[in-house]
């Protein structure tokens, strides 16, 4: 079977070969190498330097980090950050969870309707800010349909609002496609054996549905904690952080490209990688099969 | 030395989200019912696009009239030509293809050759290069942004396509998926190929390829949606007239056309800008589902 590997007598001509397939892996590593690997290291460095980009690094131990710590600014960032992640991708995730079970079918119908929910995935998060500063406007789409006749992106209490409706409207999509992935996954004999016994639609969910869903759960709100702190051009877009909108990514952008500290900048991302990692382990370790 | 390995192989299989797996199901009311509900919401959301075509063609006047109107009094569709004659937006649309074709060749390219490379070879140090790579999967490209520029920058690459495209040039979810399409593929095809006198690169191009070109295209599709997508490293590393990609250069244009008086030229730019990716979608709505499956590890 393995006949690339041939046991005892590796000749010189398959040495040359596997030296030859491990060339092939050169492109990618090496661009891995350069522009992941090594400011990936580098972040942690100049994280304790004061550094301007123009004049050499100046290192200041953990001022950077001190001075995060007591900038109220960068606390408002992460609370805004928070927010608009767990405004979004809260009800992003349960709304596709919902939708994904009335859709998982094969009816032309059903293919249709998914399409509809698909499609803000697919337009660029610029292009969707654009179109939403015209449904936030105070005589745009929103207001008209709601009746109401709000300034959403500037004002204090609606302008965080506005964009996680908007933020809901273009991810709910994105898990809808990862769970009906999922629930595709899911063998039919499964849901055969607990009717058979009697099982009805709840627990049907709750003794087959959920809990073979929970791999796919795990990933989705991995990736649902990503993505809310990725979040950025909304934000740049509509409301340029104002009006209690500054995430961390334009805070970091505007410490970093706009007061020239970049040294101050990279800590701010060393905490954002610290906060993920840890918050990925914790989420994993919810998500962890109990059984086996 | 290294021993032969003979890890399973599962099949490269798609994830199908188009073909759901076959339920004897009669048709039930509680079925009708949640369809019925389901394509309502699914309407409230496609009324935002609507909303945004119909407004895009309206005369300037009836842009944010009070009540709204759905359908334009009469159809401007000199509109269309706005962004083309006011703004440099085919610029922005010429730089944007330019970019996200250039990433995402290079992307297929270096993805293909090193999963094949993880699948098919032995060598030192394999694995745990495998594990490195995978390891970065979680990471979001912004925590590296600031160091990452400062390279570019020292390169000399700031403003400059080269700075747009080469960076992104692989991604660790590619080799992923490709890692794993190859796997798929026999060793007695390659071990055919081989006694037939075809040499690593032949039997990758003429044999691997032929073979894993779903997954390839489920790739170039994503990576191109992604690029087409990206906006906070373009701003950095190329934010000059000539380098603006859409996303940029839409901001751009937006910030000078606040008014209501520019909401129709936005908005046409808006939705042709989203256009390419849309139509994509549409057409491969089953690659990009491989294409976002792979990326969240789920196959």
């Known amino acids: 079977m393995a006949v690339l590997a041939l046991p005892r007598r590796r000749d010189s001509a398959d040495r040359r070969r596997h030296t030859t397939g491990m060339l092939l892996a050169i492109p990618a590593l090496a661009l891995f190498a350069v522009f992941a690997i090594y400011p990936m290291l580098r972040v942690f460095y100049l994280s ?62 059903g293919g249709l309707i998914r399409l509809l929910y698909f499609l803000p995935v697919a337009a660029s998060w610029v292009a969707v800010s654009v179109i939403w500063r015209v449904v936030l406007n105070p005589d745009g789409l929103l207001n008209q349909a709601l009746g109401l006749h709000l300034n959403w992106l500037t004002s204090s209490d609606t302008a965080m609002w506005g964009l996680v409706l908007m933020g809901v409207w273009k991810e709910t999509g994105f898990f809808l496609i990862l769970f009906l992935a999922g629930l595709q996954a899911i063998p039919g004999e499964l849901y055969e054996a607990s009717e058979l016994d009697g099982a009805g639609r709840w627990s049907r969910f709750r003794y087959v549905t ?68 840890v918050l990925t382990l914790v989420q994993l370790r919810v998500f962890a099969r109990r059984d086996r | ?28 009311p509680g079925r009708v019912v949640a369809l019925v509900l389901t394509g309502l919401g699914g309407l409230a959301f496609i009324s935002v696009l ?55 060749v290079l992307n297929v390219l270096t993805c293909t050759a090193a999963g094949y490379s993880f699948s098919k070879f032995r060598y030192r140090g394999r694995d745990a290069l495998f594990v490195i790579v995978l390891a970065t999967l979680m990471i979001p490209v912004e925590i590296i942004y600031v160091p990452l520029y400062s390279l570019v920058y020292s390169l000399g690459w700031v403003d400059s396509f080269a700075g747009l495209i080469i960076p992104a ?63 906070l490293w373009p701003l950095l590393v190329a934010s000059d007239d000539d380098h603006r990609t859409l996303p940029v250069g839409l901001a751009a244009m937006q910030a000078n056309n606040l008014g209501s008086a520019g909401v129709p030229m936005m908005l046409v730019a808006a939705l042709l800008a989203a256009l390419p990716t849309v139509l994509l979608f549409v057409t491969l709505q089953r690659r990009f589902v491989e294409g976002v499956t792979a990326s969240a590890g789920l196959r």
Request: hydrophobic residues 50%; positive net charge; glycine residues 6%.
């Open chain 1, 48 to 109: 304790v330097f004061d550094y301007s980009l123009t004049t050499p690094p100046k290192f200041v131990g953990m001022d950077n980090f001190a001075h995060l710590a007591t900038d109220p600014q960068f606390g408002e960032a992460v609370l805004q950050t928070v927010v608009y992640a767990a405004g979004t991708y809260v009800p992003a995730l349960a709304l596709a969870l919902v939708l994904a079970h009335a859709l998982n079918n094969r009816t032309r119908a």
């Open chain 2, 50 to 104: 609507v909303y945004a075509v119909l407004t895009a063609l309206k005369p300037a006047a009836e842009v944010l009239a009070v009540p709204m109107r759905w359908v334009p009094s009469t159809f401007e569709w000199s509109n269309l030509a706005l962004p083309f004659t006011e703004t440099p937006f085919a610029r922005y649309f010429l730089n944007s293809t330019v970019v996200g074709v250039s990433v995402t």
């Open chain 2, 1 to 28: 030395m290294t021993k032969p390995a003979t890890r399973p192989r599962p099949p490269a299989e798609a994830v199908r989200v188009a073909t759901p797996v076959r339920r004897r199901r009669k048709r039930h």
């Open chain 2, 169 to 231: 040039g692989t991604s660790a979810f590619g080799i992923f998926l490709m890692r794993q399409a190859i796997d798929g593929v026999p060793d007695e095809l390659l071990e055919a190929a081989r006694l037939d006198g075809a040499g690593v690169v032949r039997t990758l191009v003429s044999i691997v390829v032929p073979v894993v070109r779903g997954p390839m295209a489920a790739l170039a599709l994503f990576v191109f949606m992604l690029n087409w997508d990206s906006h």
């Open chain 1, 210 to 277: 959920w809990p073979m869903l929970r791999p796919v759960t795990a990933v989705c709100s991995v990736m649902a904690v990503i993505r809310g702190f990725q979040a950025f051009s909304p934000q740049l877009v509509l409301t340029n952080g104002g009006f209690g909108t500054e995430v961390v990514n334009l805070f970091v952008y505007k410490t970093a490209f706009e007061n020239a500290r970049m040294g101050r900048a990279s800590a701010v991302a060393v905490l954002m990688f610290l906060l993920l990692f």
